[in-house]
T-cell receptor, first 112, second 115 residues
């Protein structure tokens, strides 16, 4: 079946450090891929998405590239801020399907 | 109101109580979802509705009963819950139910505690 695996947290970084959160997936066909973010006390928000191979999603300084050859969708940011502290979820939605499958989430702490 | 709203934000109930969670989306979307988020577990999809018709029921115990009277409103009726049902219940909506148009917009959740 389809699945999403992301790196376990928590990840603790100092402000302005480089961030990578790894995400790999297993799916048939060509899924859509997403990163969602959940700030404390809130629901999830879509951060970025990519719908086909080699697409790059980007938003608020975050980027992720849909790599079909490595079945990966790693999240990166060049310089994190304290306000980026949150839980990040990688997710996939199978083409023509209606289920979105979420990874377990990676908690990020950014220290000033 | 904008986006997806959920009420109440917090709920404490006994195992014999009956209560309902409410979700409303102001985005003109056609699909709505209920998820359960428990500590240290992946997000669990419970129910999916498309144009008020249920399209997914993910082996959820019958003590959870969804209702979708129109495409803007979704309810989750709760009765005779167990302590392990304590969790954050998230509602979401999307433009359509099928990918790639099903990027989801989430409400803030209802934090449920069952005593």
């Amino acid at each position: 079946g389809n699945s999403v695996t992301q790196m376990e947290g928590p990840v603790t970084l100092s402000e302005e450090a480089f961030l990578t959160i790894n995400c790999t997936y297993t799916a048939t066909g060509y899924p859509s891929l997403f990163w969602y973010v959940q700030y404390p006390g809130e629901g999830l928000q879509l951060l970025l998405k990519a719908t086909k191979a080699d697409d790059k999603g980007s938003n608020k300084g975050f980027e992720a590239t849909y790599r079909k050859e490595t079945t990966s969708f790693h999240l990166e940011k060049g310089s994190v801020q304290v306000s980026d502290s949150a839980v990040y979820f990688c997710a996939l939605s199978e083409a023509g399907g209606f289920k979105t499958i979420f990874g377990a989430g990676t908690r990020l702490f950014v220290k000033a | 109101e904008t986006g997806v709203t959920q009420t109440p934000r917090h709920l404490v109930m006994g195992m014999t109580n009956k209560k309902s969670l409410k979700c409303e989306q102001h985005l003109g979307h056609n699909a709505m979802y209920w998820y359960k988020q428990s500590a240290k577990k992946p997000l669990e999809l419970m129910f999916v509705y498309s144009l008020e018709e249920r399209v997914e029921n993910n082996s959820v115990p019958s003590r959870f009963s969804p209702e979708c009277p129109n495409s803007s409103h979704l309810f989750l009726h709760l009765h005779t819950l167990q302590p392990e049902d304590s969790a954050l219940y998230l509602c979401a909506s999307s433009q359509e139910v099928l990918a790639p148009y099903n990027e989801q917009f989430f409400g803030p959740g209802t934090r449920l505690t069952v005593l």
